[in-house]
């Protein structure tokens, strides 16, 4: 039995729970390309034009699987922390999958609402492992190897790892993790945006090029993030939403980080929220240089390598003439 799941959305944040969970009920597990030109040219043409960048992309990966699978594992995700929500268009993916994708084998599409109990958990856990085989023992028992992981890939994320590099030979890994870098950039953006190389056009390696170490707002801890977010007037209730701010509130205070980007998706309502959040709190805040770069199917990679290249100029030249200039252009002493 092949059970196919796509390589979009959350696919990296939940790899090893699914990948793992199934391979130990002795599933085949199949896993869409990495997202190419086809990939999103496939999903752009199927999906309505409203639909963010990251969802036409997630509709390109499930026909990539389309001819090749028994099954498309599509679930139908509502919500990952307590009193917190995620983008509405997770609860409505499957749906819009089987709308606007023919041809499909059938959909595997559980309702997932990870703050429910762990009866509630283990009860869908019976109805997605049910696929496979009938033997509830091995159900569990797999999940619970899954969930161990999925718990190691999460603290190796908190440890300053990127999915990318899981493909990548030791000694690359090695040199992209440990040169002598001096400066510490912040990418922020939805998982999906900033770990899918091809939609981020590879903006981590870049950075790296550059000479910069980059982090993301999964490498820093509950007690590094929670803080900031007590003190926000209003709770903020999007998890992903909840993680940017609350990273970017913290690099704001810390010295070795000298500047911020943010990748976003055009149409996504979460991200101008925080983004423009992010941006007026930098201003304010701090003197850290501050970018946004916006994304859509048609955006060039040319006009972003300009963006960057400047972006990291502007942080090198900072470095070296330390609190001469602010990054909006007043000055904080004179020489
Ligand atoms: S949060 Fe934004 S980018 Fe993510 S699925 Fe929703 S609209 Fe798209």
């Known amino acids: 039995m092949k059970i196919g799941i796509p390589r979009g959305l959350l696919y990296d944040h939940y790899q090893f729970l699914w990948k793992s969970f199934f391979e130990n009920l002795g599933a085949e597990v199949v896993i869409s390309q990495k997202t190419n030109k086809k990939i999103v040219d496939d999903g752009v043409a199927v999906t309505v034009d409203e639909a963010c960048l990251p969802v036409k992309v997630y509709h390109g990966h499930v026909m990539d699987l389309r001819d090749k699978v028994d099954f498309i594992f599509v679930p139908k995700i509502m919500s990952i922390h307590e009193k917190e929500y995620i983008c509405p268009k997770f609860c409505g993916l499957p749906e819009m999958i089987k ?15 990870f703050i429910k109990n762990k009866k509630h958990l283990l009860e869908i856990v019976y109805e997605i492992g049910g696929y496979v085989t009938y033997d509830k023992r091995k159900i569990r028992l797999s999940f619970e190897e899954a969930l161990k992981s999925h718990q190691n890939y999460k603290n190796k994320m908190k440890q300053g790892f990127f999915p990318m590099d899981l ?15 001096t400066q510490k950039i912040l990418l922020l953006g939805h998982p999906y945006n900033i770990y899918d190389e091809y939609l981020s056009m590879n903006i981590v390696e870049k950075l790296r090029k550059y000479g910069m170490t980059v982090i993301t707002q999964d490498h820093f801890s509950k007690d590094q993030i929670n803080p900031q977010m007590n003190e926000l007037q209003k709770k903020m209730f999007w998890t992903f939403g909840r993680k940017m701010l609350g990273a970017a509130l913290y690099a704001m205070e810390q010295e070795d980080i000298q500047g911020i980007i943010y990748l976003s998706s055009f149409g996504c309502g979460i991200d101008s929220v925080i983004a423009d959040i992010v941006e007026r709190r930098t201003r304010r805040n701090s003197k850290k240089p501050y970018i946004l770069l916006t994304m859509d199917e048609h955006t060039g990679e040319a006009g972003i390598d300009t963006r960057i290249e400047a972006f990291v100029d502007m942080i090198k030249w900072r470095v070296e003439n330390e609190n001469y200039v602010s990054t909006h252009g007043q000055y904080i002493s004179a020489r």
């Open 99 to 113: 709308t606007s994708i023919s041809n499909l084998p059938t959909i595997i599409d559980p309702t997932i609402d």
């Open 167 to 181: 493909d990548k030979k030791h000694e690359e890994k090695h040199e992209a993790k440990h040169k002598e870098d």
